[in-house]
């Protein structure tokens, strides 16, 4: 059975939208292609050369263009490696990696993490910080917030403060951050890769009711945005609806711009026509990522700044 008969059997409505996205046959095989196991080295334990050193002796290390820390291994069970527990290197996937990079913290800011459970983009933006500044980590979700704790713990991040508050709460605090990340809560088309479940409960209701969700936190994290900040927004999941239309939203809302992200990544076109509608020519900037274009998850990224002092 080909990789699309799978999905037309597994979930008819979902091959349905999704062919009239992309219909090559190479992206119903990434799809549901099981994902390569991927890590991130934590620098905030050790330095990069040195943990690298001691895993080479022991796997196959194969460099992630993207982002200098993350890299292939070839490990079956990472819980099993040692330096693993020892929040050396974190299981992170490849393309998850990429919005911390398109955020680009520096050490002694203040950084709102919307999302963050359980706090793998949490561990790389600490990273860059360096363990100086503040990262406040939120995400309402008790159970995933003290999964985020414990990772935290591991990792040996010093400067995160972990709320579970509604995202869109943030707004109150006008102006206040230096830079913003919402990895949005989402209909994770991403992770068919790693969970088949995913694709047996995919439903189209659920995609609006992400994007309506959506919508409310990233005014909300805009809000929250110091002027000459930013803002990354990102999915792991294709939808346009959750991904152009909740940013072309924030465009048509707010005086919000997009930069352009220059990244050795592959990328797919922007949508900017859907179901009737049109979207901002600004969202050539952002990054459709397909899962058969860099053999990752599926993941979507804009960086959007706030204009005023101290742009970029
Ligand atoms: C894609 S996951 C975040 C992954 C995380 N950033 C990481 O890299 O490890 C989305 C998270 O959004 C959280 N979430 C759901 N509703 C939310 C809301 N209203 N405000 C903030 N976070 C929310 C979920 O609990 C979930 O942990």
Not at 31 to 53: D, G
Not at 70 to 89: K, M, Q, S, T
Request: proline share 6%; hydrophobic share 40%; with cysteine.
């Amino acid at each position: 059975m080909s990789a699309r008969d799978v999905v037309k059997e597994a979930n008819p409505a979902f091959y349905e939208r999704y062919s009239k996205l992309e219909d090559s046959d190479e992206f119903w095989e990434f799809l549901i292609r099981p994902l390569r196991q991927s890590i991130r080295v934590n620098t905030l334990k050790a330095p990069l050369e040195v943990i690298v050193e001691r895993l080479k002796e022991e796997f196959e290390l194969e460099p992630i263009p993207w982002v200098r820390e993350g890299f292939f291994i070839n490990v079956d069970n990472l819980a099993r490696v040692p330096e693993h527990g020892l929040g050396l290197v974190f299981g992170q996937e490849a393309s998850s990696m990429i919005p911390p990079v398109v955020l680009d913290p520096k050490p002694g800011e203040l950084v709102l993490d919307m999302a963050a459970a359980p706090g793998s983009k949490t561990g790389q933006i600490a990273q860059y910080m360096q363990n100086e500044g503040c990262i406040i980590a939120n995400d309402p979700n008790r159970d995933r917030a003290n999964v985020l704790i414990a990772n935290l713990n591991r990792m040996g991040v010093l400067i995160a403060r972990v709320t579970t508050r509604d995202g869109a709460s943030f707004a109150r605090f006008e102006n206040t951050f230096d830079r913003v990340l919402l990895d949005a809560p989402c209909s994770s088309v991403g992770m068919i890769r790693k969970s088949w479940r995913f694709l047996r409960e995919w439903r189209e209701k659920a995609v609006v009711k992400y994007m309506n969700v959506q919508k409310r936190l990233i005014l909300a994290g805009y809000r929250a945005l110091k002027p000459g900040g930013v803002m990354v927004y990102s999915t792991c999941t294709i939808d346009p609806l959750e991904n152009e239309e909740v940013v072309d939203y924030l465009l048509r809302k707010t005086d919000a711009r997009l930069e352009r992200i220059d990244l050795p990544v592959k990328t797919s076109e922007p949508v900017l026509e859907w179901e009737g509608k049109e979207y901002s020519e600004e969202l050539k900037k952002a990054l459709r990522i397909h899962p058969n274009d860099n053999d990752t998850e599926a993941f979507f990224i804009a960086k959007i700044v706030k204009p005023g002092d101290g742009g970029e």
